[in-house]
């Protein structure tokens, strides 16, 4: 992508700054994030004139009009993204996924957006027992932010429909890479797992390990909404590698890149824990998406740049 302007919400985070250092190259950025996760030290490598940070929310209808105009993409990155943390407080999670999106949606609409690319989450398929899972499938959400950004896709759609906005949402699986951040207490597998090993402590595993995962590099995630913004494909669009891998083969796997002598340890279920997860890919191939990362390329890359 060359010569546009495009805004992200939540670039401060670790997708959103990934996504953001790859369109600054090229294209005018603006970054808005109220830094309650990002954090302004993952934006510290962009800058320039065709760079600008606006601390800011979602939930405030009138700033992201202002810096909407003359926008010709929005990605929109923006969640409390946990599960853990909406079972904890729903509401909260219910105000900034879907209200946030609304907003975001409504921006767009009256800035005149010529697409909005939506962050949706594999969690909209719950629990369901056929593998892979499809986007035709019908969803069985199972924890409140699942239900957030089901709504979520349900609103792109209807905004698509009546306002004539292109919308496409992208049901990221188990993202990881450079910039996720291990510390938080609602940290992603990976990074927890990778910290532990780091320190020479055992990576902690809940249930018996056994669940699958399909794990995505940030950097395929990053050219998907590239490529889906950049093409006339709307809807929605499963985005993973394509691969499942249990937790204990994962952990095995970091413990080996690592090179570390360390055993792993298991603890009881998490509740609303999915089982199995696994991405049919295929359809988001209209916009020509390839992942380019394996396992352990991906894995190698982001212990790399510890």
């Not at 369109?23 to 830094?35: E, R, S």
């Not at 979602?58 to 853990?84: C, E, M, T, W, Y």
């Not at 699986?173 to 207490?185: A, L, M, R, T």
């Amino acid at each position: 992508m060359k010569n546009r302007n495009v805004a992200i919400t939540g670039g401060a985070g670790f997708i959103g700054a990934n996504l953001a250092k790859e369109l600054a190259t090229n294209n005018g950025v603006i970054i808005i994030d109220d830094l309650s996760v990002g954090k302004k030290e993952n934006l510290t490598d962009l800058s320039g004139e065709n760079v600008r940070f606006v601390k800011g929310s979602i939930g405030d209808l009138s700033l992201l009009k202002r810096l909407f105009r003359n926008v010709d993409f929005v990605f929109h990155q923006a969640a409390i993204s946990s599960v853990p943390k909406s079972i904890e407080d729903p509401l909260t999670t219910n105000e900034t996924n879907v209200t946030g999106t609304l907003n975001v949606l409504l921006a767009a609409r009256d800035s005149g957006v010529k697409k909005v690319i939506y962050a949706s989450s594999t969690a909209v398929y719950g629990d369901i027992p056929t593998l892979p899972q499809r986007e035709e499938m019908m969803p069985n959400p199972k924890s409140p932010y699942a239900i957030t950004k089901l709504i979520g896709e349900y609103y792109c759609q209807v905004f698509q429909a009546i306002y004539s906005l292109p919308t496409v949402s992208l049901r990221y699986f188990n993202v990881y890479g450079p910039k996720q951040d291990p510390n938080s207490e609602y940290a992603a597998v990976i990074p927890k797992f990778i910290k532990r090993v780091s320190e020479g402590k055992q990576p902690i595993i809940f249930g018996d390990g056994e669940q699958t995962r399909d794990f995505v590099f940030v950097s395929d995630v990053v050219q998907a909404n590239i490529l889906a913004a950049e093409s006339d494909a709307t809807g929605v669009f499963n985005i993973g590698q394509g691969r499942r891998v249990t937790i204990n083969e994962l952990a095995r796997l970091i413990i080996h890149i690592m090179n570390k002598d360390v055993g792993i340890v298991h603890q009881g279920e998490r509740v609303a824990d999915i089982r199995h997860s696994l991405a049919d890919i295929s359809k988001a191939g209209v916009f020509g998406y390839e992942p380019q990362y394996d396992l352990e390329k991906g894995l190698r890359e982001t212990i790399g740049n510890l």
